[in-house]
């Protein structure tokens, strides 16, 4: 965890909340993400761990230009970090405790399109082009992406599978690709992609690498989007997509999906099916 660039306040605080979070039991990409959140809060406000106010939280939360889901994680790590403080006695109140929740408007599936998809793979070097392709093709989130490793690889029985942990600490085995397995592989049994964040690159720097290789609005999150949708398409089973994409809920997991074309149609034909519609009109 690189710390070194923070004042002597927040590096001994947060040296002993990520220790407090491995006794908690969070996993380790669940505490790389809420101590990088808290590493952000740092670099942004200017008083100490113990000083900085509920003012200061609103006005770092209210000053970034993130989307309402990436706004309510980072609230999420703020308050645990806060409470952390009050309880162990860091300090003698806790400023995120009237922090106002955020509301997540409803998703719907995004899925990015093929061309776009292509496009990304054709400018890409050999580094994105990886990214990019566990994204699509095997639905891995950004910091999933992130922290994977070559001694995940595993050969099923019918192929080559990713260790992939998760959110909350669930582990699941996704079936790769054979060429994608191989480019893993290649890159030694370490972190896939090395960098200064706990010694892999940030789920964040993940995300700007993709995303600067596609056109428009889109990224690694819709690629994400665009796994789901076009594996359920093809085996119109929402609960293996569920287990594939590492969701608690397959509510979640239909978010991801988009309906696939003609599915509508076919559907209400099947329902009509044996029935002269004509004639009882």
Known sequence: MVIAHLSPAWRAALTEFAAWLVVAGMSTASRSLRCYHIRRLAEHVTATPDTVSYDDLVWYLEAQTWAPDTRRSNRASIVKFMTWMHVTGRRVDNPAALLPTIRVPAGVPRPAPERVLRTALIGADERARLMVSLAAFAGLRRGEIATTRGDQLADDYDGPVLRVLGKGGRTRLVPLDAGIAAQIAAR????????????????????????????????????????????????????????????????TTQIYTAVPDGARRAAVAAAAAGYNLQAAG
């Open 188 to 251: 030694g049994q370490g972190w896939t992609f090395p960098g200064q964040i706990d010694g892999h690159l940030s789920p964040a720097h993940v995300g700007k690498i993709v995303s600067r290789l596609m056109p428009g609005d889109w990224t690694a999150h819709t690629l994400r989007h665009r796994f789901a949708s076009a594996a359920y398409s093809d085996a119109r089973d929402i609960r293996a997509v569920q287990e594939l994409l590492g969701h608690a809920s397959v509510r």
